[in-house]
């Protein structure tokens, strides 16, 4: 087990690390299912969490089934009194993303007794309460950020209606759902529901494959994501499309500017290690964005120096050698940002959505497949043995 045994493959190019029976990609034709399904029409009939439900049991729930789900999710939103405290030791300046990923990590301090990843009664229990309550969490770091009171989470309500009101409600008036801006949502987080072995999820399987629990696991995935490489894009792009509007320097310069590797810039929301075609989640955010933004009644430029900026990259040769194309992050932002969400909150949307996925794919390995620690090799490259010196 030394030196030459084993393959080196920087940033898991060509190393399959699990079987998997959740999603299927194929990247040449920009073709994503879960479960079988077309990501296109899950994303057009489905909802977040009757897609949660197939990702993780693997078929669609009958109605029964997914009125039952529904209904603990919302028996579960509500967070411990003293969790609540937690949020006001941390800065008003801290990323949301810290702050979830961190109040995650402490939902275990809560469950000791009925988080052990072997028993499936105790993974049941936390993957509602994981369900009901990191929205609710992601929502009060950012009240959080801005100033604002927590509100108790409303159970009336669904899932993406809860989260909506704990964002943009207040204690002073009641909070009017805007059925667009839910609906538009709602599509958002199914197209991130999953997406196989991407950075996140390898990250939850890695920690989960110790025998940590799931919330360790999925805290872990949450930090993970947070990267600009990944679901930190999103972020980075409106930042990105922001700079050319302040900038002035217009489209055409930046472009050039990334050609030329200065300064490592990218084209945020660019390129993909699956899809050298186009990935179809930006497709599907494409055409909605124009849909949302009029139903929102947003007029945003930033939306169109992302069309610009799309077109001159799909024109280049540099884009088109390396087949960089839109990926997910790349319209997503600009939707956030309509809805009225701050752009620190962008990859916590990620997320969110992520969440059931990276739940079936922890509740595959340990429920389904049977663990086994993943402990990747590597080719020692240091010092031949030497002695300590003796003086
Ligand atoms: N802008 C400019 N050049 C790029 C970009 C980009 N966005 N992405 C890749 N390249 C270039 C890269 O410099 C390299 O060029 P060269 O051959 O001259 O060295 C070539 O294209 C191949 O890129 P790579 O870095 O080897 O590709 P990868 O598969 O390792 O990385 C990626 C994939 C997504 C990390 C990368 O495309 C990237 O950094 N994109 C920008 C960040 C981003 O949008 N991330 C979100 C990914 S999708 C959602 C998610 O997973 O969270």
């Known amino acids: 087990r030394q030196t030459g045994l084993t393959a080196l493959d920087y940033g898991f190019v060509n190393t399959s690390s699990t079987r998997s029976a959740i999603t299927y990609i194929d990247g040449e034709q920009g073709i994503l299912r879960y479960r079988g399904y077309p990501i296109e029409e899950l994303a057009e009939h489905s909802t977040y969490l009757e897609v949660a439900w197939l990702l993780m049991y693997g078929e669609l729930p009958t109605a029964d089934q997914l009125g039952e789900f529904d209904e603990k999710i919302r028996r579960h939103t509500l967070l411990h009194e003293d969790l609540k405290r937690f949020f006001s030791a941390l800065p008003h300046t801290a990323h949301p993303m810290a702050v979830l990923s961190s109040a995650v990590a402490a939902l275990s301090t809560y469950y000791e007794d009925s988080s ?203 884009f088109k050698q390396r087949r960089l194309y839109p990926n997910v992050d790349f319209y997503t932002g600009v939707i956030y940002k309509a809805m009225g969400f701050p752009t620190r909150m962008f990859t916590v949307l990620f997320a969110i959505g992520r969440l059931p996925g990276w739940i079936a794919h922890w509740r595959e390995m340990n429920l389904d497949g049977g663990t086994k620690i993943g402990r990747p090799q590597q080719l020692y490259t240091g010092s031949p043995e030497r002695h300590y010196p003796m003086h």
């Open 116 to 318: 052990d990843p072997h028993d499936p009664d105790h993974v049941e229990l936390t993957t509602i309460r994981l369900l009901a309550k990191m929205p609710v969490i992601a929502a009060y770091a950012h009240k959080k950020s801005i100033g604002q009171a927590f509100l108790y989470p409303d159970n009336s309500l669904n899932f993406v209606e809860n989260f909506l009101r704990l964002n943009f409600g207040n204690m002073a008036e009641p909070y009017h759902i805007d059925p667009t801006l839910a609906k538009a949502l709602d599509r958002l987080l199914i197209l991130h529901e999953d997406h196989e072995q991407n950075a996140s999820t390898s990250t939850v399987r890695l920690v989960g494959s110790t025998g940590a629990n799931l919330y360790a696991s999925i805290s872990a995935g949450i930090q993970a994501l947070s990267g600009p490489l990944h679901g930190g894009a999103n972020e980075a792009v409106l930042q990105m499309l922001a700079q050319i509007r302040d900038s002035g320097e217009g489209v055409g310069k930046f472009v050039e500017r990334v050609k030329r590797k200065e300064d490592g810039v990218k084209l945020m929301g660019f390129g993909h290690r699956v899809y050298k075609n186009y990935d179809p989640r930006a497709k599907i955010v494409k055409t909605s964005a124009d849909a949302v933004l009029e139903g929102l009644g947003v007029n945003d430029p930033l939306l169109d120096i992302a069309k610009e900026l799309e077109q001159f990259a799909l024109e280049d040769d540099y």
